[in-house]
């Protein structure tokens, strides 16, 4: 018997589905905040439900609750003052671990039918999330609205999708006939169930608190497993509304809401001693190294799937596009004033500057109009506040001090700091570009989180394609970029990107960013370099989250 | 284009497709060392082969060659002295890593079409293999052929068959086209290359030389990897004679004999820096849990596959074919003597005792009609010698030694060791049975490999199936087995194993054992106990051998 939820999605799986196998564009859900994809009231509804929140305790009815906890900042100056649900961890431990017993016994179908009904729903509370993400990350409104709702809940959707395939190749029963030549056969009936491996934690980042976890999320729960979300601790809201909404989605359906706990963890202490639970089989984890090291080194009796820092780079090599070359570079430097793993850092130049339709360009013609059209792309305040956002963290806010000190190489262009037209106090910050020369390793050769990118000259071209290949060999990249209207260097530069197994964007110069990933389509790392190992999403990403355990009797 | 070696071997991979699909009995080779299924010759032919290699070097034709190394002494007590070459491991690295660019572009087809022709490959030399396989582990000659050449090329062929399944769902390209409102679309094509992560090494052990080396070889290959295989020291020709086969084909394939190197290392050091090496990415592994565990905890820089110690255990509640059962119980424990890892070591029976067809058994009767099984099983010489083969090394003599002194329990059947009417000098030993109770934990709860078996007291069924549970999740399990005639007995049981996460045989009476482990059907362990952190074969057994590297550009 099917289970009623896998029936109402079945099409939109098999969507999906069909999504992965071809990896053409496709999404379930609107991009577009607009009252014709989210329904007319939907936006107030949205906001008025983030409001409400304001000020108030976040009732989940978790088990074991011992206090509450608040003390989120917002980027954008506004008082947030919501309080959590604190848990005794053994507590919620215990409580998931009885979750999963009829969460496996619904099965792969049933599992993925209660999944995508929960990313329905969360959908449907998209300019909510999306409010409580731009409010906890300091993003920009469409950003917080696309990345934090529809985008996050495509790539929720992507895992599902991924989990239920591997899932359906395993029978659920076999019957086992060998020969015995004049004898009769041996025969035996052999049942497959399928298990999940253990508690699944999710550590959530503070910028992207939707989009990062998600994967994980659906990933783990669509395998049979129980998940406890643990939020970045200025990142809270989004989560724990996402907990609230899978909660009731399982209460509704008969299953226990433990299966989906969040896990406010009051200090760094109490999320190690969560996570290096002998009952927690996996981690789902993005951010930096030290923790996401400390997660790997630590977490020896779960599987952690860690997406970490890296140096994003570009290698600059010619172009028959060159202002929409520098266009399309501003805006990938601006969005969220570069607070993205993806963002690029390091764009390699050669010493003698590049061929363009525009004639040659020096090196420095390249550093002064990127420069340029930074300060262009972003001469409007209303298109610089949109596109920025606020800065997430002071860090960051550190960071860019430090790179305009001039320690780090030449500053090319300065950051600003901007007056947010409706956010008062909001901290909107400007990138800063730096040049510096290839020897200058220490600078540009880590991850210099925020708008802090180098324009880094190199002897050549082969000299830029070789350098891209050791800094995402050994420090790591979700994305790189070429640029070339040369035929070989392309070909130089994928079969690169082939040994570093990082992704590659040719000669973007229109409406796609480099650092912008496509749900069912981009894989989104490769699982391959130091800057993650996983991809989301992708087989590996789900397989080894669940075990089969058969059984087998003569019949 | 289409690769002549994926076109000829087509039709067995959609046989194995759709046998691990569908998980019922099917093997492409013959498991009967007969001549009408491998030809009138074939058993002269590959035995005189195999004495051809003995006393004589064993080229290879490898790069780095720096000397030569034997040393194997046969549990049958014949003269090996083949010598192997020494390779440089550094000159094996860089050779294996030059050879993976042209195995990654003949793509997963090509790969898939390779492996299935090295395989059938080998499995003409099976007569060879299996000679080879048996003087080198002292198993009889019937499981020397079978699990040594026909059952290891099925295991090998599964996982090609796993591996291939996985890449084919990731598409070559990709045209996206994502919708702009009135504006025309974004359009994007989209490659994706699979890549091998990196050199993989496949850490033989003494026992199962072939069967426990081809799952982790031909996953690593198929998926895109160079593998080095790291034979055990006293099982180094069968690992000789399967790499001379692979890097002939390589090389009558026009690719790289590179790809496929054997590294003889002279000590453990020496393996210790290959498994540890940069480029190496992935480890697979069957033995001990001192040396598995250090893989584990040192090999940071690649993926661990290892097969480790566990203790297989059987809860005896009932029956209604005593003297099946005990036959059964008796096989398994004499065969190979118990050198498998895969023999049951603890079975639990209730103090109060057991109903049976032949009336109530208490403890004592079946600690007596367990013994009178096996005594009587291995009464004739020629039966006994078959089956039990030799002992593979001196340890396990030494454990059989201990376990007789009465340090771990109550000897119910002593070891015995036998004349070898072929093999003068084979050390040949019968199975020991001890008696203890449940709370001796310190004798029975670790593995004691070899023929070396418990039968545990414990409180009652209930009880006996905790035990089962708690002793898999904490010291591990490849597989359990229940008797009952209790339906509510078989289901806790049933239960118990899926928390445990281990394989269940329910009331073997007949020709299929506990140890016993069919490719394309059962799952050989789950991964989710300690004493596999991965399955033979699944497809989390393969989709983190490769990664996908994308480029994307606008069209």
Same mark, same amino acid.
């Given at each position: 018997?099917?289970?009623?939820?896998?029936?109402?999605?079945?099409?939109?799986?098999?969507?999906?589905?069909?999504?992965?196998?071809?990896? $053409?564009?496709?999404?379930?859900?609107?991009?577009?905040?607009?009252?014709?994809?989210?329904?007319?009231?939907?936006?107030?509804?949205?906001?008025?439900? &983030?409001?409400?929140?304001? $000020?108030?305790?976040?009732?989940?009815?978790?088990?074991?609750?011992?206090?509450?906890?608040?003390?989120?900042?917002?980027?954008?100056?506004?008082?947030?003052?919501?309080?959590?649900?604190?848990?005794?961890?053994?507590?919620?431990?215990?409580?998931?671990?009885?979750?999963?017993?009829?969460?496996?016994?619904?099965?792969?179908?049933?599992?993925?039918?209660?999944?995508?009904?929960?990313?329905?729903?969360?959908?449907?509370?998209?300019?909510?999330?999306?409010?409580?993400?731009?409010?906890?990350?300091?993003?920009?409104?469409?950003?917080?609205?696309?990345?934090?709702?529809?985008?996050?809940?495509?790539?929720?959707?992507?895992?599902?999708?991924?989990?239920?395939?591997?899932?359906?190749?395993?029978?659920?029963?076999?019957?086992?006939?060998?020969?015995?030549?004049?004898?009769?056969?041996?025969?035996?009936?052999?049942?497959?169930?399928?298990?999940?491996?253990?508690?699944?934690?999710?550590? $959530?980042?503070?910028?992207?608190?939707?989009?990062?976890?998600?994967?994980?999320? &659906?990933?783990?729960?669509?395998?049979?497993?129980?998940?406890?979300?643990?939020?970045?601790?200025?990142?809270?809201?989004?989560?724990?509304?996402?907990?609230?909404?899978?909660?009731?989605?399982?209460?509704?359906? $008969?299953?226990?809401?433990?299966?989906?706990?969040?896990?406010?963890?009051?200090?760094?202490?109490?999320?190690?001693?969560?996570?290096?639970?002998?009952?927690?089989?996996?981690?789902?984890?993005?951010?930096?190294?030290?923790?996401?090291?400390?997660?790997?080194?630590?977490?020896?009796?779960?599987?952690?799937?860690?997406?970490?820092?890296?140096?994003?780079?570009?290698?600059?090599?010619?172009?028959?596009?060159?202002?929409?070359?520098?266009?399309?570079?501003?805006?990938?430097?601006?969005?969220?004033?570069?607070?993205?793993?993806?963002?690029?850092?390091?764009?390699?130049?050669?010493?003698?500057?590049?061929?363009?339709?525009?004639?040659?360009?020096?090196?420095?013609?390249?550093?002064?109009?990127?420069?340029?059209?930074?300060?262009?792309?972003?001469?409007?305040?209303?298109?610089?506040?949109?596109?920025?956002?606020?800065?997430?963290?002071?860090?960051?806010?550190?960071?860019?001090?430090?790179?305009?000190?001039?320690?780090?190489?030449?500053?090319?262009?300065?950051?600003?700091?901007?007056?947010?037209?409706? &956010?008062?106090?909001?901290?909107?910050?400007?990138?800063?570009?730096?040049?510096?020369?290839?020897?200058?390793?220490?600078?540009?050769?880590?991850?210099?989180?925020?708008?802090?990118?180098?324009?880094?000259?190199?002897?050549?071209?082969?000299?830029?394609?070789?350098?891209?290949?050791?800094?995402?060999?050994?420090?790591?990249?979700?994305?790189?970029?070429?640029?070339?209207?040369?035929?070989?260097?392309?070909?130089?530069?994928?079969?690169?990107?082939?040994?570093?197994?990082?992704?590659?964007?040719?000669?973007?110069?229109?409406?796609?960013?480099?650092?912008?990933?496509?749900?069912?389509?981009?894989?989104?790392?490769?699982?391959?370099?130091?800057?993650?190992?996983?991809?989301?999403?992708?087989?590996?990403?789900?397989?080894?989250?669940?075990?089969?355990?058969?059984?087998?009797?003569?019949?």
């Amino acid at each position: 018997m099917s289970h009623p939820l896998f029936d109402k999605h079945r099409a939109t799986l098999e969507a999906a589905l069909s999504a992965i196998a071809t990896r $053409g564009y496709w999404s379930p859900f609107n991009e577009m905040p607009s009252p014709k994809a989210y329904g007319e009231t939907a936006a107030d509804d949205g906001k008025r439900a &983030f409001d409400a929140r304001l $000020g108030k305790k976040f009732e989940l009815g978790q088990p074991g609750q011992t206090g509450w906890h608040s003390g989120e900042r917002s980027p954008y100056g506004i008082a947030l003052n919501v309080e959590y649900p604190v848990c005794d961890v053994q507590t919620l431990i215990d409580s998931a671990q009885k979750a999963m017993a009829p969460w496996q016994a619904i099965g792969a179908d049933g599992r993925a039918g209660v999944c995508i009904e929960m990313l329905d729903r969360l959908n449907r509370n998209s300019f909510e999330l999306a409010h409580s993400v731009m409010m906890t990350t300091g993003q920009g409104w469409m950003m917080a609205f696309q990345a934090g709702a529809p985008h996050a809940q495509d790539r929720g959707l992507e895992s599902v999708a991924y989990a239920w395939r591997e899932q359906s190749f395993v029978p659920k029963e076999a019957v086992w006939e060998k020969p015995q030549g004049k004898n009769p056969p041996l025969v035996m009936k052999k049942n497959f169930q399928i298990v999940g491996r253990g508690i699944g934690v999710v550590v $959530g980042c503070g910028t992207f608190p939707t989009w990062n976890t998600y994967p994980g999320l &659906f990933a783990a729960l669509a395998t049979g497993n129980a998940v406890i979300v643990k939020p970045h601790s200025n990142a809270i809201l989004p989560a724990a509304i996402t907990v609230r909404i899978l909660r009731a989605v399982l209460s509704e359906n $008969g299953l226990d809401p433990n299966l989906v706990t969040l896990c406010v963890a009051p200090s760094r202490e109490a999320t190690k001693a969560l996570v290096t639970h002998s009952a927690v089989k996996s981690v789902d984890f993005t951010g930096g190294n030290v923790f996401g090291q400390w997660l790997i080194d630590n977490c020896r009796q779960a599987q952690v799937y860690a997406e970490l820092a890296g140096v994003n780079n570009i290698v600059i090599d010619s172009t028959d596009a060159y202002k929409a070359m520098m266009r399309n570079l501003a805006f990938t430097l601006s969005l969220y004033s570069g607070q993205m793993c993806t963002t690029s850092q390091a764009l390699f130049v050669p010493a003698g500057g590049i061929e363009t339709d525009e004639g040659h360009k020096s090196f420095d013609d390249v550093c002064n109009d990127l420069s340029a059209a930074i300060t262009g792309f972003l001469s409007k305040p209303e298109v610089a506040c949109a596109v920025l956002g606020a800065m997430q963290s002071a860090d960051t806010v550190k960071r860019i001090e430090q790179a305009e000190s001039g320690a780090l190489g030449r500053v090319v262009l300065r950051s600003k700091k901007l007056e947010h037209p409706e &956010f008062p106090q909001a901290d909107v910050r400007t990138p800063v570009l730096l040049a510096c020369d290839a020897a200058d390793e220490s600078a540009y050769m880590e991850e210099r989180f925020g708008p802090i990118s180098f324009i880094v000259r190199v002897a050549d071209t082969k000299a830029a394609i070789a350098l891209s290949e050791r800094v995402t060999s050994t420090h790591g990249a979700l994305t790189a970029g070429v640029y070339s209207t040369q035929q070989d260097v392309i070909e130089a530069m994928t079969a690169a990107t082939w040994r570093s197994k990082v992704a590659l964007s040719i000669n973007l110069t229109g409406g796609v960013f480099v650092n912008q990933s496509a749900a069912f389509s981009d894989y989104h790392g490769t699982g391959g370099n130091p800057a993650a190992n996983a991809s989301y999403a992708d087989s590996a990403f789900v397989a080894n989250r669940f075990r089969v355990v058969q059984r087998r009797v003569h019949i």
